[in-house]
């Protein structure tokens, strides 16, 4: 029993980070229909930022409370690193929607945007990998064979905040509504006085901000950085945001967390050489039976 | 011909012959298919310092002495991103548009057991430092290693596990897709039940994993005496990591890949007091190693690993075979004839990784080492096992 709750709690670990990006998918595809390639590397940035801020902020010669290099890591990583999807957006998505062309190229220059993060990472610094310095203190608690860690408490608890703020957001907000309106119609949405690129801009906040608020939970919790870290978990974290229902936040949320259990307890009960082979066939088996994923609606056109 | 173009022909002769018309020596080509990217990047970058340390000191004295000329040394690296294909690629171009007369490299198995089937089907002469499984030069002539082998790299381990942990029951996780890792853990499975041990757990994990908390938890169930990790640094790190955070409290038994200088600073305090089987240990080292660990350290500010000390012996064992020919034949598949030739004749090499003797399938005998991480974050030498 204590094997199944511990794998449990392994699995509410590892889906947060799914959870985390499916999000940010999630939230551009919902409003842009762009299926964002480059949101995985955003991550993978947001992780960076964290190590280049939370080493700045180390390196004062300052003896810093228990915590407080958190404390302020944690927002300024989040700002830098949602300024990078903005970043993005207006040198990369804006001038493509602007001049109308199929989405089909806006999603590879998604692709080649993820490459030219990964690739200008390595050409600025180096390809030897960054260890995270400790910015709080590991406990660890044995809870009748149970092991936690505070790290892991704070990284699902951060799923969980996270995911009941946007669905406030999207459901409850003014900027929500008009999110949800850009989806609904993006011709009609001017006309009602909506400033349609503000509201796309927020989008890319939202979405990269929770990226890189994932990028340092992942960073504290397997503190080895390396370029291409945020290819394959953005990957994964992009077919969970399918499987969940992409466009709906709701969905990601789900789709992450059921990502990881399928990983997890794959691991558990078989072989683990059978991980991602069994993990992506029983996806696939509930795409076949659900091809809108769990929460989606159908639609007219995808691409 | 157009005698106004007359003038082209010195010039046309000069890229065509260009030893004919450069006064000195032509340059020894060498080229290092290495991984400067990729999942291993310290492992490139140190075996580079150290070949690049040997390139210039050797080119100041005037270049390599080959039958009473001097040669100097000219070494290509490429990268192969830690990948499999990507080392097929850049050997092949090494090989046939570089046209170097050796080749020392790949390093890791991942990539040196490909590469390896390339530079014997284009008869190049190949050495690997660092690579371990025994399939690298397995009936290829034209392939030769400087490290000891997994077949005998896994008794070391086991036995020294059974000894220092008092172990019966051991854990094996490994990395499903590396030549290396795979092998290794096999080969200590084998071992291990032989000498009246049980393995209890034997899981594995993927190239881009991060999160093995499932695997360790399995693992932990079954209540292991230790956890054998023949696993590359990164990976190792991360594991000794969570496998503490998910409360085991046991010792880990890690293979010679543990041994880079990047280890500490991504593993920190939870690898201090590990034991893991490697090639060399720089604490307390004498002699020609004390002195290449010196002059390592101060061009480079740090300590050299066990891949930088190989490379260091691989390319001393490939210019010892150039000087045994006597001869630099400008014809480079010839050339390359005479090195294989003399590195298969080589009987014995004294190199700051120790003595090496090779046998029939150009794979050395030496000693291993097992070394233990110290408080301090130093490799230290406990045991030293010859065959």
Redesign the interface.
């Known amino acids: 029993m204590d094997f199944i709750i511990q794998q449990c709690v392994n699995a509410l670990q590892w889906g947060s980070f799914y959870a985390l990006i499916a999000l940010g998918y999630s939230l551009v595809y919902g409003v842009l229909r762009l299926i964002n390639f480059a949101h995985g590397d955003i991550f993978m940035v947001g992780a960076y930022i964290a190590f280049f801020v939370s080493t700045f902020f180390l390196s004062m010669q300052i003896v810093w409370p228990e915590g407080v290099v958190l404390a302020f890591t944690v927002p300024v990583t989040v700002i830098l690193t949602s300024l990078v999807g903005v970043t993005l957006e207006r040198v990369a998505y804006r001038p493509l929607r602007r001049k109308g062309v199929n989405r089909l190229y806006v999603v590879i220059t998604a692709l080649m945007c993820g490459l030219t993060l990964e690739n200008g990472n390595l050409a600025l610094l180096g390809a030897s990998r960054k260890a995270l310095p400790s910015l709080l203190e590991k406990q660890i608690y044995d809870l009748g064979g149970i092991a936690l860690t505070n790290v892991k408490i704070m990284v699902i608890f951060t799923a969980i905040l996270v995911f009941v703020m946007l669905h406030l957001i999207v459901t409850r907000t003014k900027a929500g509504m008009a999110m949800r309106a850009v989806s609904w119609d993006p011709f009609a949405l001017p006309l009602m006085g909506i400033p349609m690129d503000r509201i796309i801009v927020f989008t890319f906040i939202l979405g990269s901000g929770i990226a890189g608020l994932g990028g340092i939970m992942f960073a504290m919790s397997y503190p080895v950085l390396d370029p291409y870290m945020g290819a394959m978990t953005g990957w994964k974290a992009f077919i969970a945001a399918v499987v969940g229902g992409i466009g709906e936040v709701k969905g990601a949320f789900v789709g992450g967390f059921l990502l990881a259990f399928v990983e997890i307890m794959v691991v558990a009960f078989l072989p683990s050489t059978f991980r991602d082979l069994f993990a992506f066939s029983i996806l696939l088996l509930i795409l076949w039976k659900r091809p809108t994923g769990i929460f989606g609606m159908p639609q007219a056109t995808k691409i | 011909m157009n005698p106004g173009k007359l003038w082209l022909l010195p010039l046309a002769a000069a890229f065509l012959f260009p030893a004919a018309s450069a006064g000195a020596a032509t340059p020894l080509k060498i080229g290092f298919p290495l991984p400067?990217?990729?999942e291993i990047?310290?492992v490139?970058?140190s075996s580079k310092y150290a070949a690049e340390m040997l390139r210039e000191e050797i080119n100041a004295q005037g270049g390599l002495e080959v039958g009473g000329v001097k040669y100097p040394l000219e070494f290509i690296y490429e990268d192969n991103e830690s990948k499999p294909e990507s080392a097929v690629s850049v050997t092949l171009k090494l090989i046939n548009l570089d046209e170097v007369v050796a080749l020392v490299g790949p390093q890791s198995s991942r990539q040196a057991v490909p590469a390896g089937g390339e530079a014997n089907e284009n008869k190049t002469p190949m050495i690997s430092p660092w690579s371990t499984n025994p399939d690298t030069t397995r009936d290829r002539p034209w392939v030769f290693r400087a490290a000891f082998l997994d077949p005998f790299q896994a008794p070391v381990a086991a036995r020294f596990a059974a000894k220092q942990f008092q172990a019966k029951n051991a854990a094996i996780l490994f990395e499903?897709s590396n030549d290396y890792s795979k092998g290794l853990a096999d080969f200590f499975k084998l071992v291990w039940e032989e000498q009246g041990g049980t393995v209890v757990a034997m899981?594995?994990?993927?190239p881009?994993d991060?999160?093995f908390?499932?695997?360790l938890?399995?693992i932990i169930?079954f209540k292991p005496d230790f956890i054998f990790l023949p696993e590359n640094y990164?990976f190792a790190?991360?594991i000794v990591?969570q496998g503490?955070?998910?409360?085991y409290k046991g010792p880990f038994m890690g293979s010679d890949a543990w041994g880079s200088a990047?280890l500490m600073?991504?593993c920190?305090d939870s690898c201090k007091g590990q034991y893991f089987s490697t090639h060399y240990a720089a604490a307390g080292a004498t002699g020609a190693t004390r002195e290449f660990i010196d002059k390592y350290r101060a061009k480079y500010g740090y300590v050299p690993d066990d891949v930088a000390a190989l490379t260091w012996d691989a390319v001393n064992i490939i210019l010892k075979a150039i000087q045994q020919g006597g001869e630099v034949n400008p014809d480079v598949v010839k050339m390359r004839e005479i090195i294989r030739a003399n590195l298969a004749s080589i009987s014995n090499f004294e190199g700051i990784t120790g003595n090496m003797r090779f046998d029939e399938q150009g794979d050395p005998i030496k000693c291993a080492v097992v070394v233990r991480i110290s408080e301090a974050g130093e490799f230290t030498a406990v045991e030293s096992v010859c065959p």
Do not use: Y
Not at chain 2, 203 to 206: A, K, M, Q, T
Not at chain 2, 244 to 247: F, H, P, S, V, W
């Open positions: 400067l990217t990729g990047p310290k490139g970058e499903v899981e594995s994990h993927g881009r991060n999160d908390s499932a695997q938890t399995k169930s990164n790190a991360l990591r503490r955070e998910l409360g990047e600073e991504l920190g």
